[in-house]
C-alpha cells in the first residue's frame, strides 16, 4: 500500500492548498470537505485503500475502489463525507444510560429528586409514514408488527410550521423518521416546505433525515436530498440487528408497580416531541403506540410550551419497552398486552 497518505497518521496530513481544509479532522469530525481536495481525494490510491472498507463508502461504493465508482463526485461527496452520519441503535454507553434511567424512574426515587426527563420544546420528531421496506422484528413503530399505509399530510405539516410562527418557537433540530421517511407519497414536498421554513424563519434549524438507506428507490431519493440536510443512515438491509424488546410492556411485568411512567425516559430529551399521522405526542414512539392501542390520546395542534403532557406519559409508557430497562435482542419477545393489541388491530 502506498503509506505516502494516511488518514491516521497526524504528521503532513493532506491539506487543501486553496481553503487549507485538512483532510483527516474534516473525515473523522463530520466536517466540509471542499470539492476541490475532494476530489484531488478520489484520485489518490492511498485514500481509496484508507476508506474502503467503511462501511457507508463500502454500501455505495459495493466494495469498488473509489476511482472505479460510477458515481458523480458531488453525488459522491453528499451521501458520504459531507454529512452522512452512520447511526447505530445499540451502544454500550446507551445501555448504561438505560441502566441509568431504570434507577430514576423508580417512584421513591422520584419523589426525592424529582422527574428525570422533560418533554422536549426545541427538537421534535415527525413520523412522516409507517411505510417501511424492511421488516425489522421489535420495531417500535410496529412497521412490521402491524403494516399501515398511514401518513401524515402536508396540511399537518403546513399547520406545524403556522403554529411554531405564531407561538414564537425556534426548533433547533427537526427530524423526519417513519417508517421509512422516504417512501412517503410527498417526501419531497414536505422536505421543500420545512426548507423554505428554515430558509425564512429559522436559519440556524438542523434538519434531519433518518433513513434506513436499504434499496435502490430509497437512495435513489436520498441522492436528491440538498447538502444542508442531514442524513441519519442506519445501513439496515434483511438481516435482523439488535432492538430493544419494545413489545415487552412495562405494565406486564411485576416491578413495573414500582416505576413512576411520568418520569419518561431519556428519548424525551435527546429525540424531542413528536408529530405524527395521529397529532403530537411527548416522542414519536408514543404514536405508534396510540395507533395500535386506539386510544386516540394525541394533541391536535402543537403543545404549549407550558403542557408537560404528563397526562400521556402516563398513558402511553406503560406499553412501551424502552421504559426502564431491557437487554437487547434479535429474536421476537412480545408481552400480553401487545399480543392482544395487535390481534385486535389486525382482525
Known sequence: MNNDFNLDADTNPKICPLCHVCAKTSFFKGGNVCDHLFTL?????????????????????????????????????????????????????????????????????????????????????????????????????????????????????DSFIRQSLDMNIKWERIRLLGGEPTLHSCFSDILDRLLEYRSEHNPTLRLVVCTNGCGKRVNRILSRIPETVVIKNTFKNSQQRLFRPFNMAPLDRARFALMDQTAGCRILKDCGIGLTPLGYYPCAIAGGIDRIFGHHFSRRNLPNPKDEMLDQLSLFCRYCGHFGFAWPTRKIRISPAWERAYRKVMT
Open 41 to 157: 481525494l478520489l484520485t489518490d490510491p492511498a485514500f481509496q485503500a484508507s476508506v474502503i472498507n467503511i462501511p457507508w463508502v463500502n454500501a455505495h461504493g459495493a466494495g469498488r475502489g473509489l476511482s472505479q465508482v460510477d458515481t458523480p463526485i458531488r453525488e459522491f461527496r453528499c451521501f458520504g463525507i459531507n454529512r452522512m452520519k452512520i447511526h447505530r441503535n445499540i451502544t454500550f454507553k446507551r445501555l448504561l444510560l438505560d441502566l441509568y434511567q431504570d434507577f430514576r424512574c423508580q417512584k421513591p426515587v422520584v419523589r426525592l429528586l424529582g422527574r428525570p426527563f422533560q418533554r422536549s420544546r426545541r427538537h421534535i420528531e415527525m413520523d412522516l409514514t409507517y411505510r417501511c421496506n424492511l421488516k425489522c422484528q421489535n420495531c417500535n413503530r410496529s412497521c412490521t408488527q402491524a403494516p399501515s399505509n398511514l401518513e401524515i399530510s402536508l396540511h399537518e405539516i
